[in-house]
């Protein structure tokens, strides 16, 4: 599929969460827990980078020695250097760990009250870790990382979008939706994201939706779903000046205490029987 994608100029592949079959090693993967099919998977996989000389995204699963890692790592081609003079470690530029991590399939939330369910249901909340902060792959147009559905949370959406000319990348699994409408609603709630923001998306699913959003929250580039395919599309970085992006969640804030104390209001007047003003 990579090599049918670089038949034209192409400056970046982006693949979507959890894309390899194994666990990468090598420059900020690491190394841990490997085993002989994700080293006999691994090498060719670099080799075939840099035979294609284009920078890579991908989602992955990770281990450490505290547990699982859900992230995104960036290859870059090695220079002066022959396909098969390179390992992963030479090619492996950057990696996001995940910070959102999805209640009871990823992270069991409330562990010490809920742990007794995992008698019944052994896969519930497998183990991973959280990752420490936002991240800004540098590539041919900076790339403001998140995965999956921390592209629907505005404040963790917010913090990743640091610089002025940086682009949303969102890596996306919907393959537990099967068929159904959820994968177009995780869509539709990315979406408000480039709107709040004022920034492009680029989101890269397996099932799901892939697509490109301008700022404006139009879809100007779409993959058919659930099939092999290739979304080939030309993005021109640009950062609006948003209300949300500068003041955050004070609108909405307001909005809510303005709601509240309309219902105080309401209360008062009609069971204390204070007389509206």
Same mark, same amino acid.
């Given at each position: 599929? !990579?090599?049918?994608?670089? &038949?034209?100029?192409?400056?970046?592949?982006?693949?979507?969460?959890?894309?390899?079959?194994?666990?990468?090693?090598?420059?900020?993967?690491?190394?841990? =827990?490997?085993?002989?099919?994700?080293?006999?998977?691994?090498?060719?996989?670099?080799? *075939? /980078?840099?035979?294609?000389? #284009?920078?890579? #995204?991908?989602?992955?699963? !990770?281990?450490?020695?505290?547990?699982?890692?859900?992230?995104?790592?960036?290859?870059?081609? *090695?220079?002066?250097?022959?396909?098969?003079?390179?390992?992963?470690?030479?090619?492996?530029?950057?990696?996001?760990?995940?910070?959102?991590?999805?209640?009871?399939?990823? =992270?069991?939330?409330?562990?010490?009250? !809920?742990?007794?369910?995992? =008698?019944?249901?052994?896969?519930?909340?497998?183990?991973?870790?959280?990752?420490?902060?936002?991240?800004?792959?540098?590539?041919?147009?900076?790339?403001?990382?998140?995965?999956?559905?921390?592209?629907?949370?505005?404040?963790?959406?917010?913090?990743?979008?640091?610089? &002025?000319?940086? /682009?949303?990348?969102?890596?996306?699994?919907?393959?537990?939706?099967?068929?159904?409408?959820? +994968?177009?609603?995780?869509?539709?709630?990315?979406?408000?994201?480039?709107?709040?923001?004022? #920034?492009?998306?680029?989101? *890269?699913?397996?099932?799901?939706?892939?697509?490109?959003?301008?700022?404006?929250?139009?879809?100007? @580039?779409? *993959?058919?779903?659930?099939?092999? @395919?290739?979304?080939?599309?030309?993005? +021109?970085?640009?950062?609006?000046?948003?209300?949300?992006?500068?003041?955050?969640?004070?609108?909405?804030?307001?909005?809510?205490?303005? /709601?509240?104390?309309? !219902?105080?209001?309401?209360?008062?007047?009609?069971?204390?029987?204070?007389?509206?003003?």
């Amino acid at each position: 599929l !990579l090599r049918e994608g670089a &038949e034209e100029k192409t400056d970046l592949f982006i693949l979507p969460e959890a894309a390899l079959p194994f666990r990468p090693w090598g420059g900020a993967a690491g190394v841990y =827990k490997m085993s002989e099919q994700d080293l006999k998977m691994g090498i060719p996989f670099a080799y *075939a /980078v840099q035979e294609l000389g #284009v920078p890579l #995204v991908t989602g992955a699963v !990770l281990a450490s020695e505290k547990g699982w890692f859900n992230s995104a790592l960036l290859y870059e081609p *090695a220079k002066g250097k022959a396909a098969g003079e390179v390992t992963p470690n030479d090619l492996i530029r950057a990696r996001y760990d995940k910070r959102g991590l999805l209640a009871f399939g990823e =992270k069991l939330p409330f562990e010490p009250i !809920l742990g007794w369910l995992r =008698k019944y249901l052994p896969g519930l909340g497998t183990g991973f870790e959280a990752g420490e902060g936002p991240m800004t792959f540098e590539t041919v147009v900076p790339l403001e990382m998140s995965i999956c559905y921390e592209a629907i949370l505005p404040p963790m959406t917010r913090e990743a979008v640091k610089t &002025e000319k940086g /682009v949303l990348l969102n890596l996306t699994n919907d393959a537990w939706f099967g068929k159904g409408d959820e +994968r177009h609603q995780h869509w539709s709630l990315a979406v408000w994201r480039t709107i709040e923001n004022g #920034v492009w998306l680029l989101r *890269a699913t397996n099932t799901g939706r892939t697509s490109i959003v301008d700022p404006a929250g139009r879809e100007t @580039a779409r *993959a058919p779903e659930s099939e092999r @395919a290739i979304l080939r599309a030309a993005v +021109r970085p640009a950062s609006l000046p948003t209300f949300y992006r500068t003041t955050g969640h004070f609108f909405p804030t307001v909005c809510a205490l303005w /709601v509240l104390s309309g !219902l105080a209001l309401s209360y008062q007047r009609r069971f204390m029987g204070i007389p509206s003003p």
